[in-house]
């Protein structure tokens, strides 16, 4: 825009200089709709499509032989959720809750590996270290970083599968539990965050015992280009969670009758009168 006004009245306004044109074309690329795509097809290939493997083996496999419910909410059966329109299940997933859980879910997973690309990446990505007179400089600096923008949009595709891989059953109708134990998405992401948070105290301590600070500037930064990344992101999985859905529910259909997978609903109480769904 600023090169078009200069253009258009080269007598008020000047040429913009490398630096601006490069930071803006950084915010641009980092602010993109390749996010929102890149939600919206992670969603629907992992959430939709390689989950049914990990149903199966979940069921199938002969050392983990788990049996699992497909639960649906009252009156509505697998057949209905396959065959929804795209418009009607699009305008009932599409919430403030569902995009508040996405990006959290997005955000704090991205976030959690930040240390590890301080500790390891500064030298090499030539990142600005500890000093310096104040804050804005180096924040600047680290945002006409190319080499930390590749990092970490890298680690933003390869941690967003992780998410996405379970989101449809999260925040969708279609509910798969072990019959012994939690929901295969809790099951997942327990796994997933208790690494991720392991990984961010070990770093964390490694940095106190051998006296190494990190850059707040850093932080920042990071936190600012992965709020914009997950924001963008979290839209395109709240778009894949319908399609995702319906696949995953026709995966299902076919699973009918076979050993281990079962269709109801699982209730816990005294009596059948004082049972309640779980």
């Not at 939709?48 to 199938?60: D, E, P, S, T």
Request: aromatic residues 12%.
């Amino acid at each position: 825009m600023h090169f078009l006004v200069h253009l258009a009245v080269p007598h008020l306004i000047g040429v913009p200089s490398a630096q601006t044109v490069y930071s803006t074309t950084v915010m641009e690329v980092i602010s993109s709709p390749f996010w929102v795509l890149a939600g919206f097809g992670f969603t629907y290939f992992f959430g939709g499509v390689l989950v049914v493997y990990f149903i199966r083996a979940l069921a199938h496999n002969r050392l983990l032989k788990r049996k699992l419910v497909v639960a649906l909410p009252p009156n509505t059966t697998i057949d209905d959720i396959s065959s929804e329109s795209t418009a009607r299940s699009l305008f009932r997933e599409l919430s403030v809750r569902n995009f508040s859980v996405c990006l959290a879910l997005t955000l704090a997973l991205n976030l959690s590996y930040v240390l590890l690309i301080q500790r390891y990446f500064q030298g090499a990505l030539g990142l600005p270290m500890l000093g310096g007179s104040g804050p804005f400089p180096h924040i600047f600096q680290y945002f006409l970083s190319p080499q930390l923008i590749l990092v970490e949009f890298l680690l933003a595709l390869l941690l967003l599968p992780l998410v996405a891989f379970v989101v449809p059953m999260l925040l969708g109708r279609v509910q798969v539990r072990q019959i012994d134990g939690s929901r295969v998405h809790t099951y997942w992401l327990s796994y997933v965050y208790s690494v991720a948070g392991g990984a961010s105290l070990v770093l964390f301590l490694l940095n106190v015992f051998e006296s190494k600070g990190t850059t707040g500037d850093f932080i920042i930064a990071s936190t600012l280009i992965y709020a914009i990344l997950s924001w963008y992101a979290a839209l395109g999985i709240n778009l894949g969670i319908p399609p995702a859905e319906r696949r995953l529910a026709r995966e299902l259909a076919k699973m009918r009758g076979r050993d281990n997978i079962y269709f109801g609903q699982i209730f816990v109480g005294t009596s059948k009168e004082d049972a309640e769904q779980v």
